[in-house]
């Protein structure tokens, strides 16, 4: 055993369903999620765990501009509303696994990691924003807000209502990867690039400046794994499995398929682009740099999924059809 192992946990699972995203219930869906993670950590695994921050981050820019509006105070820039989620969120995971190993007699220790993440100021997605952030609305709660807010962009989020979108550069360096490193080999569980990371720029003199951003968890996740020489990128989302036709009579789960087979499926559209395709495109980045092994399934399947009992498994080789 002792491979390293990347979890990603998805910013929406840890806000259940609408009326239920307090702190106290965000904390309670950590603690779920954490039991599966360390059962992975008892078996052996090194193990790094990411998250998604799309609905706290919009939570923490709204609160930011109701408390600019109502009483005057500071606006949040959204580069610093990423690193409040990433150490909030963080803070939550870091002492609910402590909390579990404690109550396992597992001697394991366990720390966050606030990560700043290159990306390029020419990227495209400046000009184009596509990442949902915040609370789903009605069309036309998502009108009236474009109307109070001229500058605000909003689109159709998987059939599930109205999103504002922010920009999403890709992740071009970790550049805390080398102090990550580091605590996986004096034996830490690490939580690392929160919410995708807090956006940054280098400049000419070699130094970093925040930028306004929200970087997509999963590709942020892919590039960390790459940059640890991590084998396996486990990706959680909300069903056991990966499934092509999906929603249609023809319906059909993935066992296990490969960096070819995904290809196609992609050019079938068979992924979603606000919802699956961003988890495929960071997949197959991972497994064709040094990846051994990409699986995608719920968090309650994490210990069966990693003995390949279940969730999508996405392999390098052609999978033989028995």
């Not at 990227?123 to 009605?138: H, I, L, Q, R, W």
């Not at 000419?204 to 640890?228: M, W």
């Amino acid at each position: 055993m002792g491979e390293v192992t990347i979890v990603a946990i998805g910013g929406n699972a840890l806000v259940k369903e609408n009326g239920l995203d307090s702190i106290q219930d965000q904390y309670e869906a950590v603690q779920e999620t954490v039991v599966h993670i360390a059962d992975m950590v008892e078996a052996g695994y090194k193990v790094v765990v990411t998250h998604g921050n799309g609905p706290q981050v919009g939570f923490g820019l709204r609160r930011s501009e109701i408390a600019n509006e109502v009483a005057g105070m500071p606006a949040i820039p959204l580069v610093n509303c990423v690193a409040d989620t990433q150490g909030g969120i963080g803070y939550q995971i870091q002492q609910a696994m402590t909390n579990e190993f404690a109550k396992r007699g597992l001697n394991k220790k366990v720390a966050t990691v606030i990560t700043q993440v290159e990306v390029s100021s020419d990227d495209p997605n400046f000009e184009n924003p596509t990442k949902p952030v915040g609370s789903f609305f009605t069309l036309e709660q998502s009108e009236k807000m474009k109307e109070e807010h001229p500058d605000w962009k909003f689109i159709e989020d998987s059939g599930r209502g109205y999103r504002r979108v922010v920009p999403s550069p890709k992740p071009i360096n970790i550049v805390e990867k080398d102090a990550i490193k580091l605590l996986i080999d004096s034996d830490f569980v690490v939580i690392a690039v929160g919410g995708g990371g807090i956006p940054v720029v280098k400049l000419a003199n070699n130094t970093y400046e925040g930028i306004d951003a929200v970087i997509d968890k999963d590709f942020a996740t892919s590039l960390l794994a790459e940059q640890i020489d991590a084998e396996t990128l486990i990706i959680t989302t909300g069903v056991s499995r990966v499934c092509i036709n999906f929603g249609k009579p023809n319906q059909r789960a993935l066992d296990k398929i490969s960096i070819e087979e995904t290809k196609q499926f992609m050019e079938e559209n068979h992924f979603p682009a606000g919802s699956m395709l961003p988890k495929i495109e960071a997949s197959l980045s991972f497994l064709e740099k040094n990846g051994k092994r990409v699986i995608i399934t719920n968090p309650e399947s994490l210990k069966e999924a990693i003995k390949e009992e279940a969730g999508t498994h996405i392999i390098k080789e052609k999978v033989a059809v028995l």
